[in-house]
């Protein structure tokens, strides 16, 4: 998918497979196609070759078909904040085709799962961030998507907005299939079952979140002793040790990070045992989401 | 299930007009100029006397009549008015791209040539509404203040704004398809209309073409035979934009 005038392509051969009924965080840098993706995805942008096929069909082909399939939430989304949050809801319902009664009823069940039934009535221009946000949830829920398009939504809201929007998207995993664009990692990680990174419109990873970080696991653990005595003899015992190596030192704690070919720890661990050294506590450090996407996105 | 979609956009749009008192405020401009009309000009030579004697000059104007009071409206509704409706309805779709609402409504199953139908019928509601209202006030003022006038010389007269200002709407519903921002779409309406107001001269047979709309005003008023040929080319043109807002909206991809 080409921009008009540019060499480069936007998305370059993006090839997404997405589970269904899970949360799917698609992660990038700034510019790298996060939100191009998405607009294709939601058919509010065109490209010049390949097919999105969403629940067997092929969007392109049946686009107001399509639209009843999906709900979405843009960057930022405007939405007729003259209306009330109410108002918004049924006519969003009247959309879909339900029937005023229903459209009413639907309303108050969505405002009610976002927690917005006390502002009900009043104008949306009048909600905080988070409550828009949460509306707009609401709004991309309430025709039933199979798959719902959210595109930054916790990027411009204060950390309790942020957590009241993270809070419903958890909420509704297993209804559709939350379909996710971030640039906050620690959105990602907290609350989707499978990411992909993309970067300059190519995909570097696409997996579940346990099996990205298993993968990306570097054999860094962190240790700590229980006084300065076992610190001392620790020092000299892993000096010149081509196995492992250690990378920060803080006050009784240390991280080290082992050679690939380490399958276990228990050589190590011998070692210190049988040197007398009295160990507080040994973890293997699991690789955050961040050190995968650094890893996998700095050149 | 499109004309049940096509009711409920075009009820949000009439909702829209009134609850962000757009709509309101192109009705009662109208109507306020159309009540200051018949009355400015009824006061006119007493307001000419006024200034006159405080720059000790002599201004003698003729007793106004009901021709004036109209020519006054005509004015006012085809010059000020007309500027002040471009100010207000120049975003009336640019604007939802700049903001994004399109977006809200395009991600759902809404075909765009309804959305598009909506608004120039929103347009058509307000504006046929705006001209009733001017047409009863222009009447009961003028003919409280000059006397007895014809109700159907000045429904006829108005027919024929009602055309012209549903030309400039519609120009200015198109342009504000054709552009997302605000700005741009608001100079293009008063370019076209500025050319429009112009162009009469331009043709030898601008009595065709919809430019010449606003000449049966006055022909309505001496009386003559009038000739439907600018109606007729009007409504072509007004159909035509909005062939071409829905074809242009069609092709728009929220970039």
Redesign the interface.
């Known amino acids: 998918m080409y921009y008009k005038g540019e060499k480069k392509p936007a998305l370059d051969n993006l090839n997404l497979e997405v589970p269904e009924n899970c949360i799917f965080g698609f992660l990038g840098p700034n510019g790298a196609g996060k939100t191009t993706t998405i607009k294709i995805l939601t058919g509010l942008m065109n490209y010049n070759s390949g097919d999105v096929i969403i629940d067997g069909e092929i969007i392109s082909k049946h686009k107001i078909e399509f639209r009843k399939k999906i709900g979405y939430l843009g960057q930022e989304q405007k939405m007729f904040d003259w209306m009330t949050g109410l108002e918004l809801l049924k006519f969003t319902a009247r959309i879909f085709g339900q029937s005023k009664v229903e459209a009413k009823n639907s309303a108050e069940k969505y405002l009610e799962i976002s927690g917005l039934s006390a502002a009900a009535s009043k104008k949306v221009k009048t909600y905080s961030g988070g409550m828009k946000q949460r509306l707009g949830i609401a709004q991309a829920l309430i025709g039933n998507p199979k798959i719902l398009f959210l595109d930054e939504p916790t990027s411009a809201l204060d950390p309790i907005g942020r957590k009241e929007v993270l809070d419903f998207i958890y909420s509704i995993r297993n209804k559709c299939t939350v379909f996710m664009c971030t640039h906050i990692l620690a959105d990602a990680e907290r609350i989707c079952d499978y990411v992909s990174i993309i970067n300059e419109g190519k995909l570097i990873e696409q997996n579940s979140m346990s099996n990205i970080k298993s993968k990306y696991s570097s054999n860094l653990v962190e240790i700590s002793f229980l006084n300065d005595e076992d610190i001392s003899k620790f020092k000299s015992l892993v000096q010149n040790s081509s196995d492992y190596k250690i990378i920060e030192n803080n006050d009784s704690s240390f991280k080290i990070i082992f050679n690939k070919n380490v399958t276990d720890y228990n050589d190590f661990l011998n070692l210190l045992i049988n040197a007398g050294i009295k160990i507080k506590f040994f973890i293997e450090k699991e690789p955050t989401l961040e050190d995968v996407f650094v890893k996998l996105t700095t050149k | 299930?499109d004309i049940?979609?096509y009711f409920?956009l075009l009820q949000?749009e009439i909702r829209?007009l009134i609850?962000?008192q757009k709509g309101i405020a192109f009705i009662a401009i109208l109507a306020f100029f159309s009540a200051v009309s018949p009355i400015s000009a009824f006061f006119m030579p007493e307001i000419m006397k006024s200034i006159s004697e405080t720059q000790n000059l002599q201004i003698i104007l003729p007793e106004p009549t009901w021709l004036d009071s109209i020519q006054q409206y005509i004015k006012n509704i085809t010059q000020i008015c007309t500027f002040i409706a471009i100010i207000i309805f120049m975003g009336f779709i640019s604007k939802e791209k700049e903001?994004?609402?399109l977006?809200?409504?395009?991600?759902?199953?809404?075909?765009r040539d309804l959305y598009i139908l909506s608004k120039y019928t929103a347009i058509t509601i307000f504006v046929s509404i705006s001209a009733i209202i001017n047409t009863v006030v222009v009447y009961l003022l003028t003919y409280y203040l000059f006397g007895k006038i014809n109700f159907i010389t000045i429904i006829k007269l108005n027919f024929f704004i009602w055309v012209y200002l549903m030309i400039i709407m519609h120009s200015v519903v198109f342009f504000s398809s054709l552009f997302k921002s605000q700005i741009i779409s608001g100079v293009s309406s008063f370019g076209f209309y500025l050319l429009f107001s112009l162009a009469g001269g331009f043709f030898s047979f601008s009595e065709y073409l919809p430019v010449g709309v606003l000449d049966q005003a006055s022909v309505v008023l001496q009386n003559g035979s009038i000739n439907f040929w600018p109606v007729l080319s009007s409504f072509v043109l007004i159909i035509s934009f909005v062939v071409l807002s829905i074809f242009l909206i069609n092709k728009w991809?929220?970039?």
Request: aromatic share 8%; hydrophobic share 50%; net charge positive.
């Open positions: 299930m049940k979609i409920l949000k829209e609850l962000t903001s994004g609402t977006v809200f409504l395009f991600v759902k199953p809404v075909k991809e929220a970039k």
